[in-house]
């Protein structure tokens, strides 16, 4: 058996003293894992001490700046090459998580006044997934999704960490999120340790909850907290912000989580992938319920975690998303993007829905995000997907043998009349 360190045990009695419910949730692979004061600590100590040579760092510098090359660095010639080439800290650049931390207190009215951790940094929200699944997750943990979700959710919780996944059906009979069946699928699963995840706006329908269904959703998740059960909920906001219906509420339902049970561990996973239009930079977010002052714990095992496998998020990557949220131009230009995307949203729910398509397919209610899901009333998606790719030209994703998922927002508005026109014309002709 291995010897915990004693880093370990310091970090396991903090976060048991400051967060109890975080600490009775931690994977066996969480209770062993911190950082180790290698290279990285005697680096640190020597940047603040070695005032005359730092022969420290596995970096190469010339003349005090770091060494680059030019046909690199021309072409981000605005940044400097510390802020492209350097390694950043393990948790990311300090700034950007104060930075981000403001942009959601901003965004969540509720959070106003809550307390809440410094966005850890994280290569991408697919990784902040896999450090929960790291620090939280043991085979055979109970996880509460959706019959309806993002797919890497599988891959990574049940096929990678091996939660058993307990599902429910998103939508009840009238089409709205099913509160009973979540209800009732949380109150036959309270056992001691229970994860949940939540994702609205959703992928794949659009769909987003109104206050009062979040109200519900809150109440269950108390209630079962209440019960004795530990829990861990993940907010997936990917979608955050994009609101296209004033019905729908306008903020995450991680501001109603935080503070809401002493059971309840809430966490935010969100990023500029989709929200600052920067996919493939991987900047994504993980951010707890907790006040800054009390991660010490928490932010010692999230470090050990990533100094094992990314070992931190690209640098000009976390550049470039400050620097352009600090930027005078970029409210302006975020506005703009999402008009662009509602105008979409708002013309696929006029086209999708239209009485010419009654007898084919049955349209989800989609309020937000990027996507809009039909419904076909035969069974015969992965075809219809088949032919429309290898006839028309046309992708979109079989989601089911019955389900199509539309990302309208990866088309113009003036072809969005076209694109459905088509997926009508295919779906008939295999009626
Ligand atoms: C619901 C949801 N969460 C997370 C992500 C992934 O984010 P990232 O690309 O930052 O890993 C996606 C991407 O499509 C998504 O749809």
Redesign the pocket.
Known sequence: MQVLSPLTTELNEQISEFVPSAYRLLSELGKRVYLPKGILSQSAEANEKASRFNATRAVAYEDNRIMHLDVCRQLVPELSPDSIFSYPPILGNPELRKLWQTHIRTENPLLADSPLSLPIV?C??????NLLADMFVDIGDKLILPDK??G?YRHIFQTKAGTDIQTYPFFDSDKQFNIQAFNKTLSQNVTDKLLILL?FP??PTGYAITRDEAQHILNAIVECAENGCHILVMV?D??TGFWYDSEVMQESIFGMLVDCHSNVVPVK?D????EEYA?GL???FLTFGYAEEIMHGIEGKISGLIRANTSGTTQVSQTLILEAMQSKDYAKQKQRNYETLKARALKVKEVATDRRYADLWEVYPSHAG?FTCLSLKSRNAETVRQILLNEHGIGIIALSETELRVAYSCLDATNIEVVFREIAQVVRSQL
Do not use: E, P, Q, S
């Open positions: 994280t991408g929200m697919t990784h902040g997934f979700t993002w890497n994702n959703h992928n997936d990917a979608y996973i990023g500029a992938t989709k996919w991987r900047v994504g990027y």
